[in-house]
């Protein structure tokens, strides 16, 4: 092997969180700084100045941090007080923590099919669900729609169903936040929204964070309760049952950092997706974003005829090119939530994505020269 193959193998990150930090340069040490400085290690200065930069960027009225996204959306289920007895819609092909919160509070996750183009929750599918739920005895009482990998799911048709059907709509924007839906950004639509600053997320932090966005002024009250103990007018008031749920201020001081580079590195990533695109669109079905929606990529997830994906994984982690598999099996399917309703008795979409789809390496600071040598190394393996 000579010098030039060794170097053309060289590992690839799947995603680059040390460009990142390389590029903030001394920032975010100065700000963790600020905050060893003050020692106000909970509900600092930082923790409200970033949840103000956070509902400004997006346009809710309120954005309340907490400690991570499963907590961002249990937070919200348990403001409604929704629990036993009442059945929420999700879909299936999704990471689990958007349907383990309804299962938590003891409601009923009920799974809906997805979108084959855009891996997201299907309208007539969520329609079906909420019959299932009555058929099952359940009491339909909210939507948790997906923005899966990065694109927003259809909001317009689910306001529309939610209003029909008199449903709460949580959006779980875990993988979406900062992506835009008709001129609206994530965090502006649905009734409530929560995401994730899980460190592999577009925004993300240096260990576990999420935030719940809305415009909902009396939410907002009862979430801070929940947020710590359920307090009332002060912390040895205990006025319900809630949890241990803030954001670090450390963390927060981090994503004051982070969120002021978002918006360039939003840019950086659509050009690199619209790049793989060109690049695959002749081998693989690449992603493609309705006219309206923006994506911010938090996976670059193509589709691949039914058995070429082990090949392909394996052609390219030899190449030192890493790849995953979100998801290899829908919810439905899980040990954990297989004896929860489904529409129609079957989720066909979800269970073929399952055996489809493979992402590939994307964050905002992935160079040209690499991403060329992923394509060639895609296009080898497949034409193979
Ligand atoms: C769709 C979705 N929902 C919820 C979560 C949960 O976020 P966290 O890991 O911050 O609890 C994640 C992230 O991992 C996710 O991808």
Redesign the pocket.
Known sequence: MNQHTRVDQAPIPFIDVGAQRRRLGTKIDEAVGRVLGHCQFLMGPEVFEFERMLAQFCGAKHALSCA??????LLVLMARGIGPGDAVICPSF??C??AEVVALIGATPVFADVDAETFNVNARSIVRAIETAKREGLSPKALIP?D?FGLPADHDAIAAIAKEHGLFVLD?A??GFGASYKGRKLGSIAHAT?T???PA?PLGCYG???AVLTDDDALLDVLKSLRVHGHGTDKYDNIRIGLTARLDTIQAAVLIEKLKIFPEEILARDRIARRYNEALGDIAIVPRVPDGYTSVW?QYTVRLKPGRRDGLANALKAEGIPTAIYYPKPLHRQQAYKHYPVADNGLPVSDRLADEVISLPMHAYLEEATQDRIVGAVHRALRA
Do not use: I, P, R
């Open positions: 991570s996204g499963t907590d961002a959306l999704t990471f923590a958007t997906v899966l779980d875990a993988q929560a994730s600053f899980f997320k576990d964070g999420g938090a």
